[in-house]
């Protein structure tokens, strides 16, 4: 079966679900190009224009942006659309991200210095409708945040490989941190293809839902990314059974010559109700 937009029909696209239908021409872009559709993030999303991201990642995989029609199959289009609805909430402005971080003080509670170069994106997938899109600062129902999350990259941060750490400062309360840091993920060897951020070896902290204690405040829950050093992958510092309490990312990154932070974002989420 054949799908066919017509003008009309690209128009509405275009201003609603699915805004990387079409590109900067004007032109329908061909559905069935094999790309990470979550980067197309329509008009004044993003750091490049949908044409121009188009381009650029069809180019890569040898196929046209310049086609009219696709013979992707209707039902397919759901999936779309839950694509681009998670792409709705991810962050798309790195001072936006700079000034939430400091406006919730993470920076100077982790001992980092964060001065971001790239986006990082990160999305949670649910067993109903579509992930849920991170932006620094969403508060999100802890019943939504079991993961494990799907990260993405946005800048021109090169293949890679990367670390990326997810820390939670605020345990047991916010008021008085006295098991923080906890760490709820920490694992390399992650590389970039086409913004999505693969790793195909084991985590050293697999990703651990946030579970912050009755009568507490909403936790942060801090992911960051960091270019891998060639020291962190004979570190012995963590393992799968090192505690996750009374971790410290910043003593951590310093000793395996991490650096800092290239990108991060952040959620808050509190106890459930």
């Not at 060897?189 to 946030?210: D, K």
């Amino acid at each position: 079966m054949t799908y066919r937009m017509t003008a009309a029909r690209r128009q509405v696209a275009s201003i609603s679900v699915f805004p990387y239908l079409t590109n900067s021409w004007g032109d329908s872009i061909n559905l069935q190009c094999p790309v990470n559709l979550p980067t197309f993030l329509g008009p004044g999303r993003g750091i490049y224009s949908p044409g121009y991201k188009a381009q650029h990642a069809c180019r890569e995989s040898g196929e046209s942006t310049r086609s009219t029609s696709s013979n992707m199959h209707p039902t397919n289009l759901v999936s779309l659309l839950a694509l681009s609805l998670a792409a709705v909430g991810q962050d798309i402005s790195i001072p936006a991200v700079d000034k939430a971080f400091r406006a919730a003080n993470i920076p100077a509670n982790l001992e980092i210095a964060f001065n971001p170069t790239a986006l990082l994106e990160v999305s949670l997938p649910q067993t109903r409708g579509p992930p849920i899109a991170l932006h620094a600062g969403i508060h999100v129902p802890r019943n939504d945040t079991a993961g494990p999350p799907v990260f993405r990259v946005v800048g021109n941060v090169g293949r890679g490989p990367f670390v990326v750490a997810t820390v939670d400062p605020d345990a047991p309360t916010p008021q008085d941190p006295t098991q923080a840091q906890i760490r709820h993920f920490l694992g390399g060897n992650f590389f970039n293809h086409g913004g999505l951020l693969v790793n195909n070896t084991p985590a050293l902290s697999e990703f651990l839902q946030p579970t912050p204690p009755a009568g507490s405040d909403a936790h942060r829950y801090v992911f960051l990314l960091f270019e891998q050093s060639p020291e962190f992958a004979s570190q012995t510092l963590v393992n799968s059974t090192t505690s996750i309490a009374l971790f410290n990312i910043s003593q951590f990154t310093h000793a395996v010559h991490l650096g800092d932070p290239i990108a991060g974002t952040f959620m808050m989420v509190a106890p459930e109700t």
